[in-house]
């Protein structure tokens, strides 16, 4: 099994920066994609940023150019920076990681974006 350890999220205003990061432990051998995926009240769970074990990364047109997902390949970890925060970008936000087509989840951490 893997665990994934999300940290980072808070109560940051409109324009502000927030840094998650994210730890997978357990059996993560031939983990490959990672990524970041959000849900807000009342909405379906989408994709924000994922990030290959390459460092091929993928955005949602919402946030590209104020997100930047990065990853430590050798430490597990997925770090997503958020820049220019905006209300809509309010959220809880879940660590995902794909291993050999099972995809495992954090338990998420919320991310409040006050106007």
């Known amino acids: 099994q893997v665990q994934l350890v999300e940290s980072g999220g808070g109560l940051v205003q409109a324009g502000g920066s927030l840094r998650l990061s994210c730890a997978a432990s357990?059996?993560?051998?031939?983990?490959?994609?990672m990524g970041w995926y959000r849900q807000a009240p009342g909405k379906q769970r989408e994709l924000v940023a994922t990030i290959t074990s390459g460092g091929s990364t993928n955005y949602a047109d919402s946030v590209k150019g104020r997100f930047t997902i990065s990853r430590d390949n050798a430490k597990k970890i997925v770090d997503l920076q958020m820049n220019s925060l905006k209300p809509e970008d309010t959220a809880v936000y879940y660590c995902?990681?794909?291993?050999?087509?099972?995809?495992?989840w954090g338990q998420g951490t919320q991310v409040t974006v006050s106007s």
């Open positions: 357990g059996s993560t051998f031939g983990i490959g994609v």
């Open positions: 995902n990681a794909i291993q050999y087509g099972h995809g495992w």
